[in-house]
């Protein structure tokens, strides 16, 4: 049995591996209690599509042989530690639907590389978690298994579209999770649960095994419950990957130990763009409070602009939608996933399937990232795209050209209700307003817990940092961390 | 870009190109909702991009050695690839050896 002190709803990554390593709990005994929390709790959550129980038993075995021999080289550096995973990523011979009814028999045969690396780090994957359909939206209202309900408010979204990611961690369902985030979808969803999300730089994680959306923009980075704990999960996910020929071969350098380092001399940036009409007022408070605490600590405050924010969101609905277009073309029937029983000429199985496969959001996507590379229109919409793209990431080369970090909200607003946005896809994509610009840039980032509004919706505060900037961009998050918990 | 948006017309080319074949009930909300998305995107004519190159990727613009910037080719060497049997098991239909799909050339 797992000791009683072991409170699976604030249990960090470092205390679950500790406990397994000395013997407190087992890796079993953690994994156990874990699926029956889910057994009584998820039942409201919906953050689970799949539950990998044998898989994961059989790993925590593995686990607790190496702790029991006493050979701490054979422990990794997740020994035990009870993970989620995003429904888009490759487990070998488990459901991975990417919450679409396309892919809903499909079991890849093989596993994602980050999937592969936390297992390799002792890790023991609970299954797979619930997401916005193809991880496109901001709300998991898109998922066709239902949305996932905010473990903070059950009559509020958790975020998209990494939002049973996010939920799963904060209702105690699993110690750490794995999302995707494309444009915003790991960092809005943390700020809504009130959990720590990472979107590492681009490249700096594979994708082998990621169900492509829009692959000049899709990364894999970690939810976890702090600072240390999501640090230590990217330095296990980090580094190049043969598999991906986009991951890049720069260095990782170790994140959890240069956390320790003080801040004091940083310089903070703050783009006035990022705090202008629309930003809830307690959310602004509360990260004005984040500002204060890291000036407190010595970090220097340095008003910045970044002035193409507000043609971000317009710019990613081109291009996201663009590659999605390409990418999802691969949904024909034919391969894997579904084929429509009405699939009576080849020409009535693409569009069948597709038709009854996919659902109404995916379907927009496809149609606008078609219609913007479509004959007369490709320089229009895609090209121009693709230049006011070059500004924004110049944008940002210019900041971090005077500041080692910028700081700003994550979302407009705090978690909005179920079915409050979902007839208006408009309104939904400018949920997207501050996290888009981050995604198309490349560079990397964080949203931190930072508070909580008056009815006890969580906020969170986004860290940004420059291309491979994470090491930085970490102490920042765990200053504004630690601050909060005073 | 049109001022006047897409019709009818337009989104069902559209969907011709993607292969998706739209129920007549879900149309017309396809429609509204791209003149709404399109008629936001058109913001981005008020900027002046004549002098600016297009970004496909993010190494671009970060002027990396291709390797950190994430170009990095793998040896061309022979390795196995995925079994057959595993990838078969997923296919919708198939004799074992090839994907089957309907007939493409009536006789």
């Known amino acids: ?486 | 870009m049109s001022a006047t948006g897409v019709s009818e017309a337009d989104v069902t080319h559209v969907a011709d190109l993607a292969n998706l074949e739209l129920t007549p009930a879900e149309l017309p909300r396809m429609v509204r909702d791209l003149n709404a998305i399109l008629g936001h995107i058109a913001e981005l004519n008020g900027l002046n991009t004549a002098d600016v190159p297009p970004m496909a990727q993010v190494s671009e613009a970060l002027g990396l050695a291709p390797a950190a910037a994430g170009e990095s080719l793998r040896p061309d060497v022979i390795k196995p690839s995925l079994n057959r049997v595993a990838v078969m098991a997923e296919a919708p239909e198939t004799d074992g050896r090839f994907f089957k799909v309907p007939k493409v050339i009536e006789r």
């Open chain 1, 1 to 486: 049995m797992p000791d009683a002190a072991l409170n699976l709803e604030t249990l960090t990554l470092t205390a679950a591996r500790s406990a397994v390593v000395d013997g407190t709990t087992s890796a079993a005994a953690l994994a156990s209690a874990h699926y029956e929390r889910i057994a009584a709790v998820d039942p409201q959550i919906h953050s689970y599509l799949a539950l990998t129980r044998n898989r994961a038993l059989a790993q925590a075995e593995r686990v607790d042989a190496a702790a029991k021999s006493g050979d701490s080289t054979k422990l990794g550096a997740l020994a035990g530690v009870p993970i989620g995973i995003k429904d888009v990523l490759a487990m070998s011979g488990v459901p991975t639907t990417a919450g679409s009814k396309i892919l809903e028999n499909y079991h890849p045969p093989y596993d994602a590389t980050c999937v592969a690396k936390l297992e390799a780090a002792g890790a023991v994957l609970l299954g797979k978690l619930n997401c916005d359909e193809f991880a496109m939206g901001s709300s998991n209202e898109n998922s066709a298994y239902g949305p996932v309900h905010n473990p903070r408010a059950l009559d509020r979204v958790p975020g998209g579209s990494s939002g049973g990611s996010a939920a799963a961690v904060a209702a105690g369902l699993c110690v750490a999770s794995l999302g995707t985030d494309t444009g915003g979808s790991i960092r809005q969803p943390a700020a809504f649960c009130g959990v720590v999300g990472i979107l590492p730089t681009y490249g700096r994680v594979s994708r082998y095994g990621l169900i492509a959306f829009a692959s000049s923009l899709d990364r894999v980075g970690p939810f976890a419950r702090n600072v240390m704990d999501a640090a230590t999960l990217l330095e296990v996910l980090a580094g190049p990957d043969p598999m991906d020929s986009t991951s890049s071969a720069q260095p990782v350098p170790g994140y959890t130990a240069g956390l320790a380092k003080p801040v004091a001399g940083l310089r903070i940036g703050i783009p006035e763009e990022y705090f202008g009409e629309g930003l809830n007022p307690e959310i602004r408070a509360a990260i004005e409070k984040s500002l204060d605490a890291l000036k407190a600590q010595g970090c220097t405050l340095h008003k910045i602009s970044l002035p193409h924010t507000s043609y971000a969101v317009p710019t990613y609905y081109v291009i996201a939608t663009a590659e999605a277009s390409a990418n999802l073309s691969r949904f024909d029937g034919v391969r894997f996933g579904y084929r429509s029983p009405e699939s009576t000429t080849l020409s009535a199985m693409y569009r069948k399937s597709r038709d009854e496969g996919f659902g109404p959001e995916v379907k927009r996507r496809i149609l606008l990232g078609t219609y913007v590379l479509s004959a007369g229109y490709y320089d229009a919409y895609y090209r121009k795209a693709q230049q006011v793209r070059t500004l924004l990431t110049r944008d940002f080369l210019t900041a971090f050209a005077q500041v080692d970090a910028i700081v700003c909200p994550v979302t407009p607003t705090p978690a909005f209700k179920l079915g409050e946005k979902t007839d208006d896809p408009l309104q939904m994509y400018l949920e997207d307003i501050y996290s888009v610009a981050a995604s198309l840039a490349g560079i990397c980032g964080m949203s931190v817990p930072c508070g909580t509004t008056a009815a006890g919706l969580p906020i969170g505060v986004q860290v940004l940092g420059p291309h491979f900037g994470e090491a930085t961009m970490l102490r920042v998050g765990a200053a504004i961390e630690s601050a909060n918990k005073v």
